[in-house]
Structures are given as C-alpha cells and as structure tokens.
C-alpha cells in the first residue's frame, strides 16, 4: 500500500473529527512520500484526543502543505522522497497503526544508516514550516513556577546553578505562607484568562487542593492506574515473543479504561495515562513522572500557566524491584529528589523558553519549606544575587 | 507534525570536541596533540608477547557538562586529575553507527558498524578484536576475557562469522549472572548488584554462547561460591561488581587482552538525575582502581595499555526532540560524539588530540599494538597511539 491509493473509506477507523480532516485533506495526503506520511497520520488518528494547540498545528500543516505549489511541494519533501523503504514496511498497515509504522521506520533507519539523511530531511522541513506557519503569541505572558525539595530538612549543596546566569537568585524569601500563596497566583490566572487546558498544576505527590479552574495532574491520583500498567507489563514480559518493542507498542495503545481509569474528560484522561505509558521511568520514579509530564504538557497543551510540584520519589532499587510495584512499605531518597528536581525545574524552563512569546514569558523555583528561591523574566536582572527580604507572593506578582 | 531544529552536525561535532579540550586544558594542564611531534616512542622497550591491552568501554555516555566542563569536573575527579594528565585523550570520537548500548559495544569490538538487534541474544555479524588476537597470534582462550553488565552481553565474545566464531572467541563473564546463580535466587541482599540493562529493564535475552560457568569461578579464578558471595555483599554496585571479577582475572590468568563493560551510568533512563551523577562518580572512581590495579600487578605494570571510552554520548539539553540527559534517542552529535583515552607505556602523557576518529578505528588501532590483523575492520589505526 502506498499514499497514492489512498481513498476516504480507508479511515473508517478513525474517530470523527479526525476522519472529517483526512477528508479534508486526502488529496494532498496522497501525494506525500511514504517515509512522512505516517508521521503526519500518528497525529491525525488521535485528532479527537488533542489539545487545541496541537488541533492547530496539525491543521495549518496540512493546509499549507496543500497551498504549495507542485514545484515547491517537491523541494519540501525531497528529502523524504530520497529515504529508500523495505517492502515490508509498505506492506505494514500504516494507516490504522501509524505509530507502529513510525517505530519500525526508526528501526529500519538506524539498520540501514538512513536516520541521519530522515535528520536532515526533516530538520529542513521543520525550519520551512516555522517560516509559512508563524507561531502566534500566547494570549498573556507564560508564567511557569516549580516548586523543589518537599521534604528536605536541610540542604548545604548548591542550588539553581543551571538558571542563575538568566535571573534573579532570592536567599531570603519568606514563605510562609508557601505553596498556598503559588496555588492562588495559578487560579487567579486561570478565572482571568480562561481557555481550555491553558493553566495546569502538576504535582509528582498527592496534589493540594486547588481550583478547578486549573488542569490537574498528580501522582499520587493514578497510582491504581499505574498498579494496573505494571501488572499489565509484567504479565505481558512472561509471553512468547513479547520484546521490548513490542511492549513499547502495546503500552501505547492502552487507553485509559484498560487502566480502570473512570470515564471523565477524555482529552485529559488519554495525556495523563500516556505519562505512564510513553514514559521512561515515570512508572517508578515521581520525579521523572513530574518532570516528563511537565515537558509534555507544556510541548502539547503550551500552557500559559504552570505550577508544577515535585515531591520526594522512592529510593532506588533493583529496576525489577521497583517494578513490582509491591504493597511494602517505600523509602523515599528526599535530597536525591532535590537533585533530580533541581535539574527538572531547568527542563521545566527550557522547555517553557522554547514556546511561542519565550521573550514575553516569566519563571520562578522555590526550594519548599526553605528561603532559597529564583525569578526569571524580562524585567529581572540576570546573574544577580538578592539578599533582601521579599515574599514569595511578592516574587511571583513581580513576574507579571 | 514537530521536527527538531539544530546546527550542522559537524559543526556541532567540532565544537565539542574543541569545548573538551579547552575544558581539559585549562583544568588537567593538558598540551595540544597537534603542536608536538609524531611520537616515534610507542612501546619502545617493550616486547611484544609481553604486551597487553584492557579496554574500558561505558555503556552510556556522560555529558561533557556533568564531566568535563567545569561545573562537571566535580564529578571525574579521578579522571581528571590521575588518568588525563598521564594519557593522550581523543575529544572527537564519533560514532555513526546505532545508538545502543549492545550494538554499540558489538561495533566496538569489532571495527564495523552493526545492524545486528539490540536487544536480542545475536553474536556481532564481524569478526570480534578477541577473534582477531586469538587466530592470528595463536593465544589460548585463557588470554582473552570480555567481563560484561547483563545478560544481553552475553554474546559479544564471539562473532557468528565463517571465517573465525566458534571456539576463537573470548571467555565472556557476566558477573550479575554468576551472582545469581551463586545465590540460586534464595537472597535478597544482593538485589543492589544485580541490576538491569537500563535501555529495557524489563527485558533479559536468553544466556548461549561461551558463558563462563559458575563451577568454573573456583577453578579458574580460584574463588569459591562462597568468598565470591561474602565479597559481594560489600560491593554497592554491578559495576563494582564487575571490576572486581576483572581484578580477579587479572590476578589469576592474566589475560593479555581484557575488555570490560560498564553500566551503571545507564540508569539515566529512568530520568533520576541524581542517581545519573552517583553513576557517572562511580564509574569516574571504578577506572581509577583498573588503572591502580593494572600498575600493581607484576604481569600488567610497565606493558599495558589502557583504553576508556563511551560507547557513544547523551542527548544534548538544546535538543528539543529528547529529554537532555535521559537518553540517547535523537542521533545529534551530542549523543554520536564521544571521547577515548590511551594511558600506558610509550603513550604521549597529558596530548589533547582534536581530529575526528570513529569508533570502528578502536579494533585496528589495538591490532597494531598487539600485532594482529583485523582484516575486515572497517576503522583505521589512530596513528597518534602507534
């Protein structure tokens, strides 16, 4: 099967809304090379399940792919129509399984020292769409705040050392009234601006309350979920044939009621189960768990608000061990959890820089429960050291 | 659909290997390959059927920015001020082949890039450096050791190829394995050191091939199950595990060519940046007890050579298409590019040396060192060393 037989009937297995785009958009998904369709395709089949930036993104894709002329549509994939594909992965059922398809092409690329020519077949693409698709500015000023160290009594390490040099480093913040103080900054944003999945609070521990106006995501609340994925995972490791790969792909194709996840907002429901699924260490780890989710939410929903709070993961053990998941009681490691969350309050940044109106945006860590914090934004001086007295509500208020 | 964007790969190659030695200059005290001369005293003195060679391979890079850059530095302490200064370091190590850690390790050992499953029990596809040796310098089996992480390791010893494989290859010990079956399942206390291929815990292809067996740990290290078993309890990691068997070896057979594979920085994968820099400290302390041991062992001090070096990096943090430090999934040149380093008798001490060498140059650079011929290596000596 190649792109150009495609016809309409061919996606009767997609939802609604994703079948109606693929229709709207079948005659120039015919021409694509097939080394790039399924990419476009992995995106398309869970078109019900995306967050509105993701919904745009895809759209303008594919509307300027069919404004191109016939000469230019050649010169954006040329690269791809270079990439030689095996028989087998043109027989492979690329359209109802894109993602598969797209994991077997990675393989395929590697075997036959193809992935750097797709590198830079894709590199290429991505800059010219940056170029015909501007990103629009957030509706306000991205504001991200992270908040490390619950549980850490006392900590003489340094600090924060990655995001000093771009902001402001605050050695005497009075917190007392902590995480409460962050949580009504968020929601105070959320009633002012509200849009969907635009204002999110994650937390890699048992979340505080807050309003609901914020998209939550916590830990602690999918920890039966996570229960079950384990024990999907070790009983599917003890079946003939079963490889790492071919867990990898079972896992992303369980949705959330194979994880007894009661039926709410599917959206939601799907991003939070795939932290668990599409995650590497997130099953076992509550730091990586709040540092990938962030990075996701952020990379899909592009939040104009984040809050995400890191909460002391469990001590390492045997991989296989921690995978068991057993009822016994867990030591925590809360100064390694520090470490891990201080690297992640960097990534959280980064990865908050790297989304439309980077110059306009503003960031804040806290170390819970301790004085130490930093702000980052365009007023902020960068490099500096304060010794002054100020508060967290002052800090954040400051950022916008 | 979200590509990533990045600079020239080359550049970008270049630009690393320049920052290391800059790093290595400024805080190892270390001269610039290119200023001196072609070394012309390589292993004078000493006679080739004395010569030996240990090789040190990581599996899973660390980045220059938790290693040698200078707020790194803290955690290669050993590196950085025993190993570097008395070793010519190569800042440009590039590997183009795939990004896994068995594969990797398998194009290592055998001078062409492999295409060979990752995660399966496969020999590599090309003739291993141990086959190499073996055949062409006629050396027993006893002579050529491979001491290696998990049990997808258990195959590197020997290549399925026609012209050489079965019964030319090296001993392979998996010391993780040996443990287990030395406690027959009945402990908990040594779960700490018999963690898992980080790449994909939950995954331990079947054990074939030359395995060492656990009845052979008396008689060829002379060591029983027992004093194996008490040791082990005093160790903290499988890395340390498997230096202590190499030592072992070292001590009782001392193989003229021994390769050792380390593991514990790999449990970056499961995203615990703390438990990444305890991985990468050790590790840095690990291959300061080889080369100490290497020193104080009559058969080794004076005619060895020692290699370290990755089998390729990590994922740059500017890569928006990874997750920094987690894993090594982009193929950037971050994650391609990686270091080496030669320490030894007739090795220029405290030489930087800038220019691009791959990974497949490893093989023939130790056949001309030790006298063999990897005719289908697809990698060049590194003339440097020679």
Sequence with gaps: ?400 | MKFRATSAEQDLARQLAWSRREFLRTGAAMALGSTLLPGGTALAGVRTKKRKVVVITFGGGARDQETFAPEGQENIPHLMRELIPQSAFFTQVVNRGILGHYVATASLATGVYETINNFASLPPENPTVFEYFRKDLKRPSTDAWVVAPSNGFNRIGESNHRAYGAGLGANVILPKHLLTAAISGRSTDYDHLIRDNYESPLFAPDLGGSEFQLQQLEMMLKLSVDDFKSHALTLSSPDELSVYVARRLMRQLAPSLLWITMHDIDIAHAGAYSLYIEGIRRTDRLCAEMWKAIQSEPEYAGNTTLFILPDFGRDSDGDSGGNGFQHHRTGDALSRTTWMMAIGPGIREGVVYDRPVQSTDLVPTLGSLLGFSPSLAQGHPVAELL
């Excluded at chain 1, 050392?161 to 605050?170: I, M, V």
């Excluded at chain 1, 916590?218 to 071919?246: F, N, Q, T, V």
């Design chain 1, 1 to 400: 099967m190649l792109p150009r037989d495609l016809k309409p009937e061919l996606f009767s297995g997609y939802p609604p809304e994703a079948r109606k785009l693929v229709d709207n958009y079948i005659g120039v998904l015919r021409r694509l090379p097939l080394s790039f369709l399924p990419n476009l395709l992995r995106e398309a089949i869970e078109f019900d399940y995306r967050f509105p930036p993701e919904r745009k993104a895809l759209e303008q894709e594919l509307a300027n792919l069919n404004s191109l002329s016939a000469e230019q549509f050649a010169g954006w994939l040329q690269g791809f129509a270079q990439i030689h594909l095996s028989a087998a992965l043109e027989n492979l059922d690329w359209i109802n399984a894109p993602a598969q398809f797209v994991e077997q092409l990675s393989s395929y690329l590697w075997t036959t020292h193809q992935l750097d020519a797709f590198r830079t077949a894709a590199v290429a693409y991505a800059e010219r769409l940056r170029t015909a698709v501007k990103a629009e500015p957030p509706a306000l000023p991205r504001l991200g705040i992270t908040v490390i160290g619950q549980g850490v009594e006392s900590y003489d390490g340094p600090l924060f050392r990655k995001l000093r040099p771009h902001g402001a480093y605050y050695s005497r913040v009075d917190q007392e009234e902590g995480l409460g103080v962050l949580l009504e900054v968020v929601a105070a944003r959320a009633k002012a601006n509200p849009a969907p999945y635009a204002h999110w609070y994650v937390d890699g521990g048992r979340a505080a309350p807050s309003d609901p106006a914020l998209t939550t995501v916590s830990y602690s609340a999918l920890e039966s979920a996570r229960a079950a994925l384990l024990a999907k995972m070790r009983a599917d490791i003890g079946r003939p044939g079963m490889g790492p790969e071919a867990l990898r792909t079972h896992l992303a194709q369980l949705r959330p009621v194979d994880l007894g996840v009661s039926p709410g907002d599917e959206v939601l429901d799907r991003f939070r189960v795939k932290m668990l699924t599409e995650g590497s260490g997130t099953q076992i780890f509550s730091t990586t768990f709040a540092q990938w989710t962030a990075r996701e939410a952020l990379r899909r929903a592009q939040p104009i608000t984040l809050l995400v709070r890191f909460a002391p993961r469990q001590r390492q053990r045997p991989m296989n061990e921690l995978l068991s998941a057993s009822s016994e009681s867990t030591e925590l490691d809360p100064i390694g959890s520090l470490v891990d969350a201080d690297m992640g309050a960097y990534y959280n940044w980064l990865n908050q820089q790297r989304l439309p109106g980077a110059d306009q945006s503003a960031f804040l860590v806290w170390f819970e429960g301790h004085g130490h914090a930093m702000a980052i934004g365009p007023t902020t001086p960068r490099g500096t050291t304060s010794s002054s007295k100020t508060t967290l509500r002052d800090l954040a208020r400051s950022l916008f």
